[in-house]
């Protein structure tokens, strides 16, 4: 109970602008638009998210003290909204979502492809958890050898989390294709996720839905740390 009142500390600044904004940007995914309307987007989405960043320090800490909440509006928890389109089909210039990663404190982790927690804003298809994605391949073969070294534990969190990901067609070499846990050592990526609807992503209670979405990947961003040699 103390971890979830932790969570609602503070009210939930997202408004329903945020949304609104990210329709529009859809449908008008250019730049001379986004330049008529940056002020928009950095008051109905940008620094309400930002916000919301600002004050998750607290009920992240009571998840992992080694993850944190930067508010910093370049640099920091919240992903840029400009696209990379040099290795693209899609030269749209902007992102029509918006996308918070909650990473892990350690430089080593590898910044976005290190372990951590996530949160994705995009209307009608919003979710919030953790887990690795895209790893280095150092990385990756580590978490490989540890699903073989400690599948015991890996069978224990599968049993609790839908755990999902890019996965190759056949198990790589190295590994044995009839380990018990052969169809999971094909991921490429590792995440748990919890799906929010619009609506509950505007309500008062999002901070703590949030909160308890995180803890519930907690488990596998623990795995994972403790397979990279990284604190939880």
Not at 37 to 56: H, M, Q, S, T
Not at 73 to 91: C, E, N, V
Request: charged content about 25%; aromatic content about 12%.
């Amino acid at each position: 109970m103390a971890k979830k009142a932790m969570s609602s500390e503070f009210e939930n600044p997202l408004g329903p602008g945020l949304f609104r904004f990210l329709k529009d940007l859809k449908a008008h995914n250019d730049r001379d638009w986004f330049q008529a309307n940056k002020a928009r987007y950095e008051a109905e989405a940008r620094d309400p998210v930002l916000r919301l960043i600002g004050g998750f320090g607290g009920p992240l800490a009571a998840i992992s003290r080694h993850v944190e909440a930067d508010p910093r509006p370049a640099g920091g928890s919240l992903f840029r909204i400009y696209r990379d389109t040099r290795f693209s089909r899609d030269k749209s210039p902007y992102k029509t979502h918006l996308g918070v990663n909650f990473r892990h404190r350690a430089a080593e982790a590898g910044g976005v492809h290190g372990p951590g927690f996530y949160l994705h804003l995009k209307p009608g298809g919003c979710f919030g958890g953790g887990g690795l994605w895209h790893p280095e391949p150092e990385a990756l073969f580590k978490v490989r050898q540890a699903i073989v070294a400690r599948s015991a534990a890996w069978k224990k969190l599968r049993a609790t989390l839908e755990i999902e990901g890019e996965a190759l067609m056949r198990v790589p070499q190295g590994f044995d294709p009839g380990h018990p846990c052969a169809e999971d050592l094909k991921f490429k990526d590792f995440y748990a996720a919890t799906a929010f609807t619009d609506a509950e992503v505007l309500a008062p209670d999002f901070p703590a839905r949030l909160a308890e979405a995180l803890r519930a990947a907690a488990p596998l961003v623990r795995f994972l740390c403790k397979a990279l040699d990284l604190p939880f």
